[in-house]
């Protein structure tokens, strides 16, 4: 199922309604409170699921070259699967996807 509404309404929800997969683009950074935004989010994504987040540069550019380098290996593996693996991979190293793919 798919459902659209705002992020903070997810908090009325019973906490045992989780999903296998989380997707918030271009959303948190523009909340009153982007960090409870992201724990509200993953809360909800069941064991094993996924969190997807793409959160626009600030302006600093700190990351740029780096994450530059994680895209282009992302964009350049084949399978779904190789993918899902790299974001596990990438998740695991750093304790949260960061890849804006």
Partial sequence: ???QMTLFDL???PSSR???M???WGVIMHTHDPRQAFHILAERVNKGGGLLLQ???TGTGAAFHHLRSLRKAYRELKTFE???AMIQ???DAVGFDVLDL
Wanted: charged letters at 30%.
């Fill in 89 to 91: 991979l990438v998740h």
């Fill in 82 to 84: 190789e993918r899902i």
């Fill in 55 to 57: 959160i626009y540069d």
């Fill in 22 to 24: 989380v997707v918030a």
């Fill in 1 to 3: 199922h798919t459902h």
């Fill in 11 to 13: 908090e009325k929800w």
């Fill in 18 to 20: 989780q999903y296998d």
